[in-house]
C-alpha cells in the first residue's frame, strides 16, 4: 500500500470532531457550519489536559484499593471489605472465574488504562516514530475497556439494594467506593481529552523540527 | 458534492477521497485502520422500530420489580433505582448520582433524542435543532453503561446466591432486552446520513 500523501490540517482543512465535516481552516475560532460544535484542529490543550487527569486518576487509584468499599452488618458485627478482600473471598469461596472478572475490571483494567495513556503521551512529547499504528491501536483499547471498571461501583449498588434486612443484614458503601468512581470518571475524561492525531503529527514533521 | 466525498480520518487526520460506499461493505483509514463509514441498510426506519421498542423496554425495566431477596421468612422486593435511593440515604451522594446517570438518565436521554429525530425523519421532515440534538448524541454514548450494570448483577446473584434465594423479576428480562436494543440501535443508525440530512437543508 502506498503511502498517502496529506492530512487534513496540511491542506488547511479543520475536520469537525462531533460530525467530521471538513471546514477550511481559519485564523479566528470558529464553530462547525453543519453541526454548531467549535472546530479545533487538533483536541485544544489534549497534552495537558490529558496528563492532569492521567495523574489524577493515579493519585485517587490508592485510596480506592486501600480503603473499604462495603461495611457488611450482620447480627451486629460489622465486616469491612476492600476491592481485593472481596477478590479474595471469591478465591476461597472457589468462584475463581468471578475473581477473576472483579480483579480484571477492578484492579487491572483502570492501571493498564492509565499506563497505557502515561505512555502514549510520553511517547508524542518525547516524538517518538515507533509504531504508530500499534499505538492508535492501544488508545482504542483505552476507549473500549475503561467503562467496565464501573463494575464494582454497580455491584455495591445492587448489593446495598439487596441486603437491607434491618438487625439481620445490611450494606453500606464504603468511602473506597467514592474514589474508585472517581478513577473510572477521571480516566474516562482523560482518554476524551487525549488526541490520537498527535501521534501521527510527530511521524510527519519527524524531517523538518521546525514546527 | 465534491467536497463531500472527500473526508479526514477522525484518528489520524489523514484526507481520503471516499467513494460510493457499497451497502455491506465498509470504507477504512489506509493509514491507521481507523473505521471512516459504514453505510447501513434502511437505516431510519430500523433504527425507529428499534427506539420504540427501546422505549417499552425502557418504561417495564424502571417500574416493575427488579430483583427479589429472600432468606427465611423474610423477603425483599427491590426496582432498579433501589439501590440509588439506598446510596444517596447513606451520603453516598457522588455515587448515586454517578450511577442515577449512567443506567437511568443516559439511556432515557438517548431513546428520546433518537424517537426526536427519526419520527419526523421517516415523515421526511427535520425536526428543529436536530443538529445539536444528534451531536448530544454522539457526545453520550460513552456514558450509557447498562451492559456493565448487567454483569454487576451476575457477580451480585453469585455472590448472595450461598446466603439467600434471588428472585429475578419483570423488569430485569425488560432491561437485558433493552440492552441488546441499544446495541442494535447504534449499529443500524447511519450518522453520516442524518448529517446530510442537515446539510441539504441548509
Not at chain 2, 448515586?96 to 419520527?119: D, F, K, Q, R, S
Request: proline share 5%; with cysteine.
Amino acid at each position: 500500500m502506498t503511502a498517502p500523501t496529506q492530512t487534513a490540517r496540511q491542506r488547511g482543512l479543520v475536520s469537525c470532531h462531533r460530525c467530521h465535516r471538513l471546514t477550511r481552516r481559519r485564523e479566528t475560532p470558529a464553530d462547525c457550519p453543519r453541526c454548531g460544535a467549535a472546530l479545533h484542529s487538533r483536541k485544544p490543550n489534549s497534552l495537558a489536559r490529558a496528563w492532569a487527569l492521567v495523574l489524577a486518576a493515579f493519585v485517587f487509584y490508592i485510596p480506592a484499593n486501600v480503603l473499604p468499599v462495603t461495611h457488611t452488618t450482620s447480627l451486629g458485627a460489622v465486616q469491612s471489605d476492600t476491592i481485593m478482600s472481596g477478590v479474595i473471598y471469591f478465591i476461597h469461596s472457589g468462584s475463581w472465574p468471578i475473581a477473576l472478572v472483579i480483579f480484571i475490571a477492578s484492579v487491572f483494567v483502570p492501571l493498564l488504562k492509565l499506563l497505557i495513556l502515561a505512555y502514549l503521551l510520553m511517547s508524542i512529547q518525547r516524538r517518538w516514530q515507533w509504531r504508530p499504528v500499534d499505538r492508535t491501536r492501544l488508545y482504542r483499547l483505552t476507549e473500549v475497556i475503561g467503562r467496565w471498571s464501573m463494575l464494582d461501583i454497580y455491584v455495591i449498588t445492587i448489593l446495598v439494594a439487596l441486603v437491607h434486612l434491618g438487625a439481620l443484614a445490611t450494606i453500606e458503601a464504603g468511602p473506597g467506593a467514592v474514589f474508585f468512581a472517581g478513577v473510572v470518571v477521571v480516566t474516562m475524561l482523560a482518554a476524551e481529552a487525549f488526541d490520537p492525531r498527535l501521534i501521527w503529527d510527530n511521524m510527519e514533521t519527524g524531517n523538518d523540527r521546525t514546527n | 458534492m465534491k467536497t463531500a466525498h472527500l473526508m479526514a480520518c477522525h484518528e489520524c487526520d489523514l484526507l481520503h477521497r471516499l467513494e460510493e460506499v457499497p451497502p455491506g461493505a465498509a470504507a477504512h483509514c489506509v493509514r491507521c485502520g481507523a473505521l471512516l463509514h459504514r453505510p447501513k441498510t434502511d437505516s431510519i426506519n430500523r433504527t425507529l422500530a428499534l427506539a420504540m421498542t427501546g422505549l417499552v423496554l425502557y418504561l417495564v425495566a424502571n417500574t416493575h420489580p427488579f430483583l427479589g431477596f429472600q432468606i427465611g421468612a423474610q423477603t425483599r422486593e427491590t426496582i432498579l433505582v433501589t439501590g440509588i435511593q439506598q446510596l444517596y440515604q447513606q451520603d453516598m451522594k457522588i455515587i448515586a448520582t454517578l450511577v442515577l446517570l449512567t443506567v437511568v438518565i443516559v439511556p432515557a436521554v438517548h431513546l428520546g433524542c433518537m424517537l426526536y429525530m427519526l419520527l419526523p425523519l421517516q415523515a421526511r421532515r427535520v425536526p428543529r435543532h436536530l443538529a445539536r440534538v444528534l451531536r448530544l448524541v454522539v457526545f453520550l454514548k460513552p456514558w450509557g453503561m447498562m451492559e456493565v450494570f448487567l454483569l454487576g448483577i451476575l457477580v451480585s446473584i453469585v455472590k448472595l446466591v450461598k446466603m439467600a434465594t434471588i428472585i429475578p423479576g419483570i423488569a430485569l428480562y425488560a432491561f437485558l432486552g433493552l440492552i441488546f436494543v441499544l446495541a442494535a440501535m447504534s449499529v443500524t443508525l447511519d450518522e453520516h446520513l442524518v448529517w446530510e440530512q442537515i446539510e441539504e437543508r441548509q
